[in-house]
């Protein structure tokens, strides 16, 4: 069974930054995309950040422009640093994987980041 184990997160004051990471263990033959996505009470999970093979990237709108997402795939890790925070960056958030070639997604438990001085 994959299993993905995050880390980071907490209470941050705004104008701050948080860095997480996520290490994937288990049965993953490859990665083809690895990430985060956050999720308040009352609204959809939303994309954060995603690296896919190759390099490329993509970004919620929210947080365009003050985020970094790398990964590591011969540790099968991804971090995120997410800076300037904000007080709607309060969310619980997710790491992603999707796994190839079968493209099977996987999450893990979740991890709250609380953005208030």
């Known amino acids: 069974q994959v299993q993905l184990e995050e880390s980071g997160g907490g209470l941050v004051q705004p104008g701050g930054s948080l860095r997480l990471s996520c290490e994937a263990s288990?049965?993953?033959?490859?990665?083809?995309?690895m990430g985060w996505y956050r999720q308040v009470p009352g609204k959809p999970r939303e994309l954060v950040a995603r690296i896919n093979t190759g390099g490329t990237t993509n970004y919620g709108d929210s947080v365009k422009g003050r985020i970094l997402i790398s990964r590591d795939d011969a540790q099968f890790t991804v971090s995120l640093q997410l800076m300037s925070l904000k007080p709607e960056d309060t969310a619980v958030y997710y790491c992603?994987?999707?796994?190839?070639?079968?493209?099977?997604?996987?999450w893990g438990q979740g991890t709250q980041v609380t953005v208030s001085s």
């Open positions: 992603w994987l999707l796994s190839a070639p079968n493209s099977r997604a996987y």
């Open positions: 288990g049965p993953v033959e490859s990665i083809y995309s």
